[in-house]
């Protein structure tokens, strides 16, 4: 399955369990389940404009472009699991590939034996661009294939996200033993010390699994290691490296097309009219006071790209992670908001922000995310697998999506080389 393929599918899925309102004057039903976990689809940390003037009490919303749209898949954990999952460490290899290269690291791991007999399979879910929890272990389709079949359940955690650190800092030159070979090859030895060092596992099959690029990293075990690997289950995984994501905005367009033809349109013409506003120091002061942005907004490249992508994200954030529902409710209010159509998308994004935040800019992003020290943080890690490894960009190249050519491929280009420097 191709990745254009693989997002379509999974688009079509959340399209067509979302039933369409027939009451353009009234929002649809929203039916939540109880103690269902709202994936936290806006992280925010809300921060100062101006650390350094104290009469200034601004706050501006913290890198909601990329970071949003990845994390693992939400969890329920029921009440009363008999057991819950042990956290432990294995040494692994900093670099897998350099056998003169002994430096070494701890990767975090959980496991869970509750439904483990012996001869049963170990059921390996897969870290991606997140830090690990126990939840993972205690419910979903890991839980359920692993007590159904007498399996041993684990979570490994993904190198440089987390706990699981391979260097001292994320500088360029420590972040290039971040690929996903090196990550295979923590797998491979990974299932090779469980086996040993447990005498129940030495005959057990091996089961991975990965939702988004976790499962892209579950199909490529299977690839490269089948000796290892007997089974892998991948939900919603791109398959191929591919520099010019430009699909994903299509998938993005169709499916608030599914929700509404005239939310599309309205989306469409604001983009138009907000780059007609962009063009005169007036039109840039209105379009800055409607979106909330946190300095006027920069029209020079590629700050201007970048601001368009954060409007486009909005949406995109809406539509990836929608329960039945979620882009008829966000729709409505696009449609049904008073004033021009820019007013209108506006509106709705800042329904995005919390409390006083505002709407970051290009160069406060790379202020986040440029700086190597380690944090509990997942973004820059991320930019740089995609930068030198993946592509998987987003762009607006397609004419058949409503975002207009407002950040293209040049766009996340020069961004890789701003985070970076590497060409």
Not at 104 to 110: E, H, L, P, V
Request: charge should be negative.
């Amino acid at each position: 399955m191709t990745v254009l393929s693989s997002l379509f599918l999974l688009m079509c899925i959340i399209a067509a369990e979302s039933k369409i309102f027939q009451n353009p004057q009234e929002p649809p039903p929203k039916d939540v389940s109880i103690d269902r976990d709202i994936f936290p689809v806006w992280a925010n940390i809300t921060q100062r404009v101006d650390h350094f003037n104290p009469v200034d009490k601004r706050t501006r919303t913290m890198g909601q472009i990329f970071r949003r749209r990845h994390g693992p898949p939400p969890t329920d954990v029921p009440i009363g699991r008999a057991s819950s999952p042990v956290w432990a460490n294995i040494t692994q290899m900093v670099d897998h590939f350099n056998h003169a290269d002994k430096r070494t690291w701890s990767m975090r791991y959980i496991h869970n034996d509750e439904c483990f007999k012996r001869g049963g399979p170990m059921v390996i879910t897969l870290g991606g661009e997140w830090t690990i929890s126990t939840a993972d272990l205690m419910t979903g389709a890991v839980y359920d294939i692993a007590c159904e079949n007498g399996g041993y359940m684990f979570d490994t955690e993904h190198r440089y996200y987390g706990e699981s650190q391979p260097m001292s800092d994320w500088t360029s030159e420590n972040l290039k033993y971040l690929s996903a070979d090196q990550a295979l090859a923590d797998l491979a030895y990974f299932i090779k010390y469980q086996k040993k060092n447990n005498k129940d596992l030495q005959n057990s099959s091996v089961i991975v699994m990965g939702a988004s690029y976790s499962a892209t990293l579950a199909t490529w075990a299977r690839i490269k290691y089948p000796h290892l690997v007997d089974i892998a289950y991948a939900s919603s995984g791109p398959l191929n490296s591919k520099v010019d994501l430009y699909e994903y905005y299509e998938v993005v367009g169709d499916s608030l097309a599914l929700a509404s033809s005239s939310c599309v349109e309205v989306i469409r013409s604001a983009i138009s009219e907000i780059e007609t506003l962009l063009e005169t120091e007036e039109g840039i002061a209105n379009a800055s006071t409607l979106f909330k942005t946190c300095q006027p907004i920069n029209v020079t490249e590629p700050s201007r790209s970048f601001f368009f992508n954060t409007v486009a994200d909005t949406f995109a954030g809406l539509v990836q992670y929608a329960y039945p529902g979620d882009i008829e409710r966000g729709c409505f209010l696009v449609e049904n908001t008073t004033g021009s159509n820019v007013e209108k998308v506006a509106s709705y994004i800042r329904t995005q922000y919390s409390g006083d935040s505002c709407m970051l800019s290009y160069s406060s992003f790379l202020d986040l995310y440029t700086p190597t020290n380690i944090t509990s943080e997942m973004t820059r890690q991320w930019l740089y697998q995609i930068c030198t490894e993946f592509g998987w960009f987003q762009t607006s190249t397609s004419n058949k999506q409503p975002f207009g050519n407002t950040f293209p491929l040049d766009f996340y280009i020069q961004l890789c080389k701003d985070l970076f420097g590497v060409e």
